[in-house]
């Protein structure tokens, strides 16, 4: 599968979705004399103002003009309106493949985004890569800088204090939720107020139950052969509900944000969360100095061998096709290709480099991902493959109406494939 010979082939790796920050993050808005602006946009402010600093540092008289925002949803609106409208940043981060209106092929389609085909780095990218980094076209529009993963995070002091083990088949985490509430401690953190984390659970148990064991399952789709109802996304789903219902998750999620979740993660309310690896960034903000957290695959059966990992490239860059320094924009993109900046922002956003970059080192949550992928046992995400971005939409609104309990399952399966058949 494509995620597996990229990895391979850059020998590197693990997401991020997740952003946290403010707007400006106190940037310099003024250029020195004589000098060069840049004006860029992101949803987290981290890894971004990192990598703007080194940039910055290593080109003297250059300054970057920086918009963070902290949600992706009020990112991607804000986005698409100001590239409508001529008033967007020069470089601005986007998702890759398909699924969301600020992914790579849903602004490619629109013309919004400069071709980088004949940049050097793009000339180095592998089949994988460029499937995520291209427009319809098939010219490449970004440059990928992380890879990222969904997993079962952990704050390990607040695990080791309950002496539990963590779960490694599907038994074993109803068991583990139980054992978690009768210690009055949450055993999965989640916030679906947030709509972008509805999909997380499903993503980690569809990577074992349906992706992993069928790779093509998205192209029967795309064919007529195959639909969401009809598949073991129901089986997913229901394992949802039966996570719900057995005590995993804290009480109301559907009125608990992303950083009330990551909250409840760092000061170990909660012993875990089914989550992206980079918002471990998120939770150590709130977790008490010497606190440490590591991630395992989340199990979807009873056949421990057979869990599979949702790997895929997480964090890319691309360029606006009517930038007003285009040059200066690619040279910002050139430095995140490097092995420098492709260091930097993996390390300061929890995830693994997109791109070879040879003094990265991988930690307790990026090593399981560097395994699973050797092992075979990874996945990509499942909406970098859909036709368009109407089905990621329908399924992150349906879920926090199933956990209302205003729809069932099978309603819900249904609107994602009404979704995937209006957009293939």
């Known amino acids: 599968m494509k995620i597996v010979t990229t990895l391979a082939s850059v020998?590197?790796?693990a997401l991020a979705a997740a952003a946290c920050s403010t707007s400006g993050g106190g940037r310099t808005t003024t250029a020195s004399e004589g000098g060069q602006v840049l004006t860029l946009a992101?949803?987290?402010?981290?890894?971004?103002?990192?990598?703007?600093?080194a940039f910055e540092k290593a080109n003297p008289g250059v300054t970057v003009r920086t918009t963070f925002t902290e949600d992706d949803a009020s990112y991607q609106q804000q986005l698409r309106t100001q590239l409508s409208?001529?008033?967007?940043?020069?470089?601005?981060?986007?998702?890759?493949?398909?699924?969301?209106?600020?992914?790579?092929?849903d602004l490619g389609a629109d013309g919004m985004l400069m071709d980088l085909s004949g940049e050097s780095w793009a000339s180095g990218l592998s089949a994988g890569l460029k499937a995520v980094t291209s427009d319809p076209a098939g010219k490449v529009v970004a440059?990928?800088?992380?890879?990222?993963?969904?997993?079962?995070?952990?704050?390990d002091q607040?695990?080791?204090r309950t002496?539990?083990?963590?779960?490694?088949?599907?038994?074993?985490?109803?068991?583990?939720?139980?054992?978690?509430?009768?210690?009055?401690?949450?055993?999965?953190?989640?916030?679906?107020?947030?709509?972008?984390?509805?999909?997380?659970?499903?993503?980690?148990?569809?990577?074992?139950?349906?992706?992993?064991?069928?790779?093509?399952?998205?192209q029967q789709q795309k064919d007529g052969r195959a639909t969401f109802a009809r598949s073991q996304w129901k089986q997913a789903m229901d394992k949802y509900l039966q996570m719900r219902d057995a005590g995993c998750f804290n009480d109301s999620p559907n009125g608990v944000g992303y950083d009330e979740q990551m909250q409840l993660l760092g000061q170990g309310k909660a012993l875990g969360a089914v989550h992206v690896l980079s918002?471990?960034?998120?939770?150590?903000?709130?977790?008490?100095?010497?606190?440490?957290?590591?991630?395992?695959?989340?199990?979807?059966?009873?056949?421990?061998?057979?869990?599979?990992?949702?790997?895929?490239?997480?964090?890319?860059?691309?360029v606006n096709a009517k930038a007003e320094n285009p040059a200066l924009a690619k040279k910002f993109l050139q430095f995140l290709a490097s092995p420098e900046g492709q260091a930097l922002y993996a390390e300061k956003s929890g995830s693994s480099p997109a791109l070879a970059s040879p003094s990265f080192r991988?930690?307790?949550?990026?090593?399981?991902?560097?395994?699973?992928?050797?092992?075979?046992?990874?996945?990509?995400?499942?909406?970098?493959?859909?036709?368009?971005?109407?089905?990621?939409?329908?399924?992150?609104?349906s879920v926090q109406e199933l956990f209302n309990g205003t729809i069932d399952v099978p309603t819900l399966l249904g609107r994602m494939d009404k979704a995937f058949g209006e957009e293939k």
């Open 362 to 397: 991988a930690d307790a949550l990026q090593q399981p991902v560097l395994d699973a992928v050797k092992a075979g046992r990874s996945t990509l995400y499942p909406d970098q493959e859909w036709p368009g971005p109407k089905v990621q939409q329908e399924h992150l609104t």
């Open 85 to 105: 409208s001529g008033t967007a940043p020069d470089v601005f981060r986007m998702w890759p493949g398909g699924g969301n209106t600020m992914a790579v092929r």
């Open 42 to 53: 992101a949803a987290g402010q981290g890894p971004a103002k990192a990598a703007v600093e």
């Open 11 to 13: 020998s590197c790796l």
């Open 279 to 318: 918002a471990v960034q998120s939770a150590a903000n709130f977790a008490p100095d010497g606190t440490t957290f590591s991630m395992t695959p989340f199990p979807a059966t009873d056949d421990a061998a057979g869990t599979y990992l949702p790997v895929s490239v997480g964090i890319v860059y691309g």
């Open 163 to 218: 002496g539990l083990s963590k779960p490694t088949t599907w038994t074993q985490v109803l068991r583990f939720c139980r054992d978690a509430k009768a210690k009055d401690v949450v055993p999965f953190a989640l916030g679906l107020k947030s709509a972008w984390v509805t999909q997380l659970v499903p993503y980690a148990l569809t990577a074992s139950l349906v992706y992993g064991p069928n790779p093509g399952f998205t």
């Open 143 to 155: 440059v990928p800088v992380t890879i990222g993963a969904i997993g079962a995070v952990w704050n």
């Open 158 to 160: 607040a695990l080791a």
